[in-house]
């Protein structure tokens, strides 16, 4: 057991999978090409929140596919070059679809969320940085006012497990939110949340809290995993390192990584972009989704971020740049008075399995290689409990959480 852990990928997830075998008196080497947390969880839209444990997959989604895709806001787009991958992944993620399934899918989502706010808050101190985490309120704004029903499937099961939702009408909401457009007519609060002021600069904190812990961090390029003599070989562009124990957690490019090994897994580069206005003249007091344009805003320590768009494509495509404009009109339209002068364009892989959760532990058949990718829309706020998840798993300790449905095994 004294032998280092190597983690491949050093965004959020591995970050935290460190720290947590770092604080359990584990050595750990990461290796990755970036800077630490500065890839797809630089990227988001800052959302931590104990209550996000509803899947991609409901109930009638199929019937929103066309207005997704070709309605006025189009968060939804495929290119060309995905379709052999999204027919499969889609009849897999239209199978998750029926009410019995999204309800057992909640619950596994639950078990990695609902720390999350006070994970976070446990890593951060110390560090100068527990500022970068405020509490705040999730605002789903609509408007259309019909559409805001607190009896709704997804918002039920958020009640059953204890959220604080508030319905709103017109009034309350631009006493909320004073920049929201005046179009919104109904809004469902939810409460005890948190948010990012800065994702990109926790992952830096948290890195460097790792690395005040003993985790090395090792700039590379990871080109090859092989298994040779009964040790794990990591071929790099820089040399080869040999390892007992490997923690895959390379977010969208952990499958190709590991389809040469037999581990073939239906996992989509599904990207996500955002705007952030530098001098954006307006103050989100909280994080806010328009439901239709399923679009987040939230005011950052960068100015205001808006994040969204689902666009399917091959994990190394280049950025549509058609997305910058797009998402400029959709922000414009929530928020009037938004000065949009000054604007940085950014684009994330997020790494998603059909059923939203992610893979974790060890593969099968592969001893010690262990798993942890796929969190696809949720990584942000997963990440600090599938840390502490897959540490116990990696030293062998039993967990009192059932994470039986996150094997890879669901899939080969």
Not at 76 to 89: F, N, T, V, Y
Not at 95 to 106: D, I, K, L, M, N
Not at 209 to 231: M, P, Y
Not at 285 to 300: C, E, I
Request: aromatic share 6%; hydrophobic share 45%.
């Amino acid at each position: 057991m004294d032998q280092p852990v190597f983690i491949l990928g050093a965004g959020i997830i591995g970050i935290c999978t460190a720290l947590s075998l770092a604080e359990r008196g584990v050595a750990v080497r990461i290796i990755d090409r970036g800077e630490p947390g500065q890839e797809t969880s630089f990227g988001n839209a800052g959302i931590i929140s104990p209550w996000s444990v509803i899947p991609q997959s409901m109930p009638g989604v199929w019937r929103q596919i066309p207005q997704l895709m070709f309605g006025r806001a189009a968060p939804l787009s495929i290119r060309p070059a995905a379709w052999p991958k999204m027919i499969p992944w889609g009849l897999r993620f239209l199978r998750q679809a029926s009410e019995a399934r999204v309800r057992a899918t909640a619950d596994v989502m639950e078990v990695l969320c609902a720390p999350s706010i006070d994970l976070y808050r446990r890593h951060l101190q110390g560090t100068g940085a527990e500022s970068l985490i405020k509490d705040s309120i999730y605002v789903h704004a609509f408007r259309d006012g019909s559409r805001a029903n607190l009896k709704s499937l997804d918002y039920a099961i958020r009640q059953e497990k204890g959220a604080n939702l508030e319905l709103v009408g017109s009034e309350a909401l631009q006493a909320t939110e004073p920049a929201l457009s005046p179009a919104f007519n109904a809004a469902v609060l939810i409460h005890d949340q948190a948010r990012a002021l800065s994702p990109g600069r926790i992952g830096r904190v948290l890195a460097e809290k790792a690395r005040g812990l003993g985790v090395d961090f090792i700039a590379d390029n990871i080109r090859k995993l092989n298994r040779t003599d009964g040790a794990w070989q990591i071929v790099c562009d820089g040399g080869t390192h040999a390892a007992a124990r490997v923690v895959v957690a390379m977010g969208a490019w952990s499958a190709n990584l590991l389809a040469p090994l037999g581990l073939r897994m239906p996992l989509m580069a599904e990207r996500g972009y955002h705007l952030e206005f530098a001098q954006p003249g307006i103050e989100i007091r909280n994080s806010v989704m328009d439901v239709d344009a399923k679009l987040v805003a939230s005011s950052m320590e960068a100015g205001v971020r808006i994040a969204g768009q689902a666009e399917f494509a091959p994990v190394d495509a280049p950025p549509d740049d058609r997305k910058r404009g797009q998402l400029r009109k959709l922000a414009k339209a929530a928020f009037p008075d938004l000065d949009t002068g000054v604007e940085s364009f950014w684009m994330g892989r997020r790494p998603s399995f059909p059923d939203s959760l992610p893979v974790m532990g060890e593969a099968p058949e592969k001893q010690g290689l262990f798993l942890n990718f796929g969190h696809s829309h949720y990584g942000l706020m997963m990440a600090p409990k599938s840390g502490e998840l897959l540490a116990d798993m990696v030293i062998g300790r039993a967990s009192n959480a059932d994470v039986t449905a996150l094997g890879a095994e669901r899939f080969l």
